[in-house]
């Protein structure tokens, strides 16, 4: 069965530091997302991209976040200057179509950990 | 403004015993309903969602629009459901899906 696959499963970075993380969404689906989950608390929505644009953004995801198509296969998600407060569960995922009633695919996620 | 409440935190109950998680949601048009759960060290996955009227693993979920909720049932619990479970809803234009902050179900053997 495909899924969506996230790399690295863990990732420890030192603050001020910039971080990708990646992910390989199914490969017929057309819409991504990137989701985090503090801990101890609910998974909240950064942005959703289609057709090589940001479709929809949350006020979580500032300036220093950014997302990128850079191939086929890839979207990514990248902090600029990490902060504490970024440490957390990154979720990406995929669906086939955005309107509503469409499955989300996620990925097992990547722990941000920032020290 | 969109919203999506799960009131219950932490939920254990026996084997065997009728199990509800409830989820409240609001929303200004017409929404879609899903319940994602998450297993230990694992995924999150669907489980189900209203748009499909089907039983999953035993569960099944109502949209009453009227209380504006979609609480999730199960009639017999295995200690297989224990698990973290996300009601989650998505709007029309699907662009995003907003959670609910999750319910700890542990069932008891």
């Known amino acids: 069965e495909p899924e969506v696959t996230q790399t690295p499963s863990h990732q420890v970075t030192q603050m001020g530091q910039e971080v990708i993380l990646r992910c390989v969404p199914i490969s017929n689906h057309l819409y991504f997302y990137w989701y985090r989950q503090i801990l101890g608390q609910k998974v909240e929505f950064l942005v959703s991209f289609y057709n090589n644009e940001i479709s929809e953004k949350s006020e979580i995801f500032d300036d220093q976040f950014s997302v990128e198509r850079p191939d086929g296969s890839n979207f990514t998600l990248k902090i600029r200057s990490t902060k504490l407060e970024d440490s957390a569960m990154y979720f990406c995922a995929s669906s086939e179509r955005g309107q509503g009633g469409t499955e989300a695919f996620f990925g097992q996620g990547t722990r941000l950990t920032v020290v | 403004a969109q919203r999506v409440t799960q009131p219950e935190k932490l939920l254990s109950v026996f084997k065997g015993a009728p199990v509800e998680l409830k989820c409240n949601y609001s929303?200004?048009?017409?929404?879609?309903l899903f319940w994602y759960v998450q297993y230990s060290r694992q995924r999150l996955q669907l489980l189900l969602r209203?748009?499909s009227r089907e039983s999953i693993k035993g569960f099944t979920a109502d949209l009453n629009k009227g209380e504006t909720s979609f609480h999730l049932k199960k009639p017999f619990a295995q200690e297989e459901d224990s698990a973290m479970y996300y009601c989650a809803l998505s709007g029309a234009s699907g662009n995003q899906f907003y959670f609910g902050t999750g319910t700890s179900l542990t069932v008891i053997p």
């Open positions: 209203h748009i």
């Open positions: 929303y200004s048009g017409s929404p879609e």
